[in-house]
């Protein structure tokens, strides 16, 4: 197996290819290819080796599911679609990491773009080791997957390309990520639905994984929307602004990702596949319906996203009037005190209060009467 | 009856387990779970012993309610499952109480999910009473539900799922609330509708009753505005910012549990249910009629909702305004003033005016000119 | 005719009872009931007296008119829901006058529900008088109805049912208004349409009128958007921020009520009814070409209202600016004069100045030249 | 021909009467009626006397414009509608000008509404000459309309109500225009298609000759615009708020009358009346074209004006916050020196600074530091 | 080849002209007019001579592209169109280059108009090199087109027409730009698909062109803002509103040109033209998909402009707290010290105080007493 060429390029540099170009266009450099090929029936299953003359089983009671991870390899890629014969465009679509999510029904398969999206700790984003040796028998555990919660979150999101076809289900993830090792495990376990059902229904499971892991991301942006919520409450106003924007961009980046799903998984539904039983339709419907509540969620994310930024406002314009009103108090009532202080301080010859023997004491008092009246007016105003 | 397991997971934590999985998914811990049984037709009205081996009756002419309160158990409701034939999604979906209102027909029975919701007093949630007890010849007063109006109030809503076939009408309330008290009441009556129509129209009847409770919430939210847009007026800025944006919070979260609602019953009714008579599709139609009015006062709240805001953000401005103008006027009178006396406070050996007889009323004179002038030029402005 | 049992209840306080219990539900007290019968065709045209055994005529060339104004007596209104064979949610809808505009197609009559919309001035409202008697040949004038132009206006509604079937029509007004008094008026000509038509031209002429009043209330609130207008642009900022919430309350509760009125008609000449003529229906249409231009004007006024509180927020930000330049120039000229003043001011042994000959002058002078380059200064930045 | 009666009352005044009743309802007084008749085919064109018995010519061949400008004479626009049998209703809408742009296609005729709308500059609105005389032989110059460019413009919209049946188009002008003296004199032109084609590409003509207008008046809106921005750009803000309020006023009177006509134009051409050939159709297929474009232009202009304001929101703040700055630096530079001054002014027998030789250039000193200290600081906050 | 008039009219002017009246409607000067043919088929390609008598080959194997730039040559462009027979509206639509892009389905041709989007560097855009001599052999280099990124770039957009018949395309491109040098280029490339396609691959090929461009136009904006994000949290506010309503201005510019190109190409795919084969259907919709996924990123840069003035206000906002705040700790720690040395300045003959031996040192305590305590103040207020 040939390493392919690394070249990430924007959807902009591509401009002036003929369409079916094979380049891979995204936004983060490909990682490196990793293809595993499971065969599996109601009696058996199995991990075949990639060197294996029979990769696609060619008895007919049994599925093929070839997990591509990685899109650095355009050779391999491009061997794979030779093999299902798909269309120049799809291979194109399946590189290019930037689709808007949707399915396409062809004659001889169907596609299915999604996005499975992650909360990234500032840069720490591909670190994670690899997915764990799949062994021979298929078994193995969940690993350990847990997600520090930092301040300053961004969102990330990788490419899940699926194409469908009679007997086989072949995926192709952007990065090579172990979302899908649960699905690896239940492979194993002879009575789950994946084994009895027919390929659709692993492609459903696969998309079932992607949309259950929205929740865990909402999970963490609703936390961050209630933090944001205390702080501004609290008075806490260092760099709000600049985590209530922040707030926004993730939302409209999620939005880009998870809305087109719904409507992608709605057409599957109503449009009725040929690659698709009405068995698992019921299960797609389930799928729909998450997506239906996701979409719930983020539009109420939104509207608090404006509520906390209105909360904001109100909350730098009511400390302008605190900060005023104390200003306004000190000034109010020393400006007139210094004037009488000043009036008695001037040089002129004759002024006979200065000669008056309680003349200092009948200032202090106007004095002290100045400040009463405008403490009261204060009062009154509610201002103090 | 065993008592079940009391998980009550989130739906992120659900993520990579198989469909159909029953796992309690929701914001509480599940209630303990209580079922009743209710036979009736035109001629009598029973409450069956759980223990009794026909809970459902064999008459064809007879109609069975089974009421759960309460998810705990989840042997329990794994087995009105079986009895009933629910596919696993829907059994799946009774237990996550995170469903968006919906209906689903299937073969052999019609789901529906709505959402109870009621104003919680911060945290006397779950203190009521159990429903009182039912007698064996069904009849009985509603209970006295006096709620008491405080200030700060927030939305909880619970899931009811109804399962409606042939002959049987199951629900599912995640917690044990009394709402249904009175339909029991009326069971007993022989001449209640619920006695002479089918299951379809029990379902109806909770259906009207789950809406009807809507119109409380929304007299209380109604209130609430009413509450703050006086406040607001009367000038009472203490904490207003806070209550505004609770109560948008509030709008946001009935929306999500309302809007869909109506959808849902629209579709219901259009679709044409075979488990939903003529007749009732007629109830059913009244009921629409009560979502759109709530979904009109609920849009009127959130446009009243934004009006609150604009007007505390222009009281606060006001507000700005005449602090400023207060220390305007008397800053821009007493400084000329200061500066006439600092002038005649200056020490130079040859300062004519301070040798004059009448100096010191001249400076005087001097100043009140000068503060009239301004006076009357802030009169002119329109500011004092 | 026995006097109803006056209950009026709210929607919330109705929660509990069982469809079609009949239970005057508003927002006000119901009037006392008051029924009068119009029997007429092309030839004649007769008040008939109530406690005629024929109030509905069996002659099948004849039309009857049951004018019910007044919803207290329930027993009438209930005699009449037999007479006419109402479906108990249609008499539930009459009673409940908080109904959302609609239609509803029954197989034996028509239900439409309308709202009659009214300025009230503060409170003054129900205090008309009851409309003028009719006389047994028909015949009258239209009364006077000048309306009183004042301040704060509210907008009152009143819920208006119409009943046609074949030879019936049967209206329900929740008040006692004299607004159909023109078209009693218009019965007893013999060469009007209402005499020549049938009972659908009735109910067309009946709905022509509640909408041809719409234009009188939303021309009232055109003036009171216009006061508005002008009371910013002159600077009287006193209640206008009350005012504007005010009118955006006035809308958003003329919007419940007129709004859903557009899609009713609509869909009553989309839906083609029975008891409509082809003939009725291009009359029907006229009536929905108002409607569109209904909603056309309010939409403007609803962005008028929303432009008049952007101006309103500005001119805040522009007296505050106004006042803070005064503020501003009167502090900066005489800070620094005070300062030179005071340094004059202070009583060090050895200060030379104050012994120079032209050191006074000397020092007024610098004092003018200092107040002469911050005029200039502020001239340049255009503050004077 | 007897002068009709001038009286034109409000929409809400009309209310009351029967349908169908003749009044002319509009906001300004009716102009006087003029009515000329063209008779054409592709051989001749002919200007008849109003006199002539065969105004509609009957000769199948021949098609008949019947032009009314000017809508006071009530028995003449009668007897008009008597020869082309026209509903009630359309008479009455040609009559009421507050009509919402439409069309309705009825059995003998098709009715489409428009409006024309045009700047006028404050109150020189209809002091026009009328349209210059046509001669029998048709033929003409285009007149001069060079509009005056001024500050305040209002827009003011007539309505043009166009009939169209087999051979005969008949148009009413609310106002005495000369905008289709252009049609007139290309009808003198053999070649012209209004000639070779049937009376739809008349009514194409001057439906083509009014959406054409509307670019004009978009123009000058878009001046209107630029200004704006460069007035708010160089700091001019005198009146802005009031430009930027007419502004909006005038694109929302504006999408009132040209909203509408999109969809009108759209129906007409979707839904295949009679009385347009499929030839015809293509030409109001670019009209429509025009109207999308128009509707995107507008669309462009509110979210202009919106940022127009939000530019002179922040540029009244940014003002502000200047006015700020020089208070704030002058002040706190010169309030502590005063102190200083203050300090040494005081009467105390004993201060020995007082005595020293050098105490009075020591105090200047600590002054000229204290400054510069203040300066450095304000520097670095990069205030000045 | 005769060179045209040069008459660049706004659309404004050409009101009043009969429709197909061929003048060039369009923002700027009409640039010269190019037209070269290109003839080809599987087994050759060749570039036709303007003069050749037979530019249109009547080989029915073989297909030909007309390729126009520059549109002042009315005679040229009027023959061309008689050459394919085209409507004259299909004449005024090409020349009038302020349509909206929309396609047309005639009996013997589809009509196709884009736009071509570009971001000029103020003033600099029309100076580049006319497009590369196309040689007879048909090959050649893409030319160097290196954007130079400057501050206030602004949207230029340029119109296409493309007329596509069974076996000619004819394209009208506005200015004379070298986008589609590279589709001559592959021209040559007897494997390229579209020597091997037909016509409608050939126009598919010179939209997909455009539409790639888009994303580098987008990529350019995308830039444009994370710079205004930058120089806005840097606190560098210089010009930023003016480049914040320059960006919206941009945005919306650019929305008026690409968001109709989504539904025009949606249009082309679902209503099937008889032009286009089911093969470049395909082609069509990965088109359509790139307009999809350009709408959604426009969505985000338009709510994302929203949320950077948002952040520019709340920024204003908090500057000018600051401002106050170091105002009001200057002079309310100040203005009581002064008065306090205002007091011990009065020259009242009995001040026992200015005989104290200790009285000035008592005196200074008493403001260090008392500022201090201001310090206090404000740091518990937290403004310090
Ligand atoms: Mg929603
Ligand atoms: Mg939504
Ligand atoms: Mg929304
Ligand atoms: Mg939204
Ligand atoms: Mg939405
Ligand atoms: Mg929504
Ligand atoms: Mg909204
Ligand atoms: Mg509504
Ligand atoms: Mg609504
Ligand atoms: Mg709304
Ligand atoms: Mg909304
Ligand atoms: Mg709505
Ligand atoms: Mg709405
Ligand atoms: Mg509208
Ligand atoms: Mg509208
Ligand atoms: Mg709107
Ligand atoms: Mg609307
Ligand atoms: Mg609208
Ligand atoms: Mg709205
Ligand atoms: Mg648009
Ligand atoms: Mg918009
Ligand atoms: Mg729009
Ligand atoms: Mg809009
Ligand atoms: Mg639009
Ligand atoms: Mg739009
Ligand atoms: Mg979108
Ligand atoms: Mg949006
Ligand atoms: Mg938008
Ligand atoms: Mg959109
Ligand atoms: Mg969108
Ligand atoms: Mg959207």
Not at 229 to 250: A, Q, T
Request: glycine share 4%.
């Amino acid at each position: 197996m040939e390493p392919g060429k690394k070249i990430a390029v924007s959807q902009a540099s591509k401009s002036g290819l003929p369409p079916g170009t094979l380049i891979h266009v995204g936004e983060r450099d490909p990682a490196p290819t990793h293809v595993r090929y499971f065969v599996y029936n109601q009696s058996f299953a199995e991990e075949i080796s990639p060197d294996s003359p029979d990769t696609i089983s060619r008895d007919p009671d049994t599925c093929t599911w070839i997990k591509v991870s990685g899109l650095s390899n355009l050779e391999e890629i491009k061997r794979i679609g030779e093999l299902l014969s798909l269309h120049p465009l799809t291979l194109e679509d399946i590189l290019n990491t930037s689709q808007r999510p949707k399915y396409e029904d062809f004659d001889n398969y169907l596609y299915l773009v999604l996005k499975i999206i992650r909360i990234d700790n500032k840069g720490n984003a591909d670190t994670r080791d690899p997915s764990p040796e799949f062994k021979k028998d298929i078994s193995g555990t969940i690993p350990d997957t847990t997600a520090q919660s930092e301040e300053n979150n961004s969102i990330a999101s990788s490419q899940l390309s699926i194409i469908l076809t009679d007997r086989v289900v072949c995926s192709f993830e952007e990065t090579d990520s172990d979302i899908f090792d649960a699905i690896i495990r239940r492979l194993s376990d002879k009575k789950s639905r994946i084994r009895r059902y027919g390929p659709d229904y692993l492609m459903y499971a696969l998309t079932d994984f992607v949309v259950d892991n929205y929740f865990s991301v909402f999970e963490r942006i609703g936390e961050d929307i209630e933090n944001l919520e205390e702080r501004i409450i609290d008075g806490d106003n260092r760099d709000v602004m600049e985590d209530i924007y922040s707030l926004k961009r993730n939302l409209l980046n999620i939005r880009k990702q998870v809305w087109p799903v719904r409507e992608t998984i709605s057409g599957l539904i109503r449009n009725k596949s040929n690659f698709i039983s009405e068995q698992t339709g019921v299960f797609l419907n389930d799928v729909s319906d998450h997506l239906y509540q996701l979409n719930d969620i983020l539009e109420s994310y939104r509207e608090m996203s404006t509520g906390i930024y209105e909360i904001y406002l109100s909350t730098l314009s009511t400390r302008m009037n605190e900060v005023m009103k104390v200003l306004t108090i000190i000034a109010t009532i020393f400006i007139p005190l210094t004037f009488i202080a000043g009036i008695y301080g001037m040089n002129f010859a004759s002024m006979p209060e200065l000669q008056w023997e309680y003349g200092y004491p009948a200032a202090i008092l106007a004095m002290v009467v100045t400040a009463a009246i405008m403490v009261v007016y204060f009062r009154r105003k509610q201002w103090i």
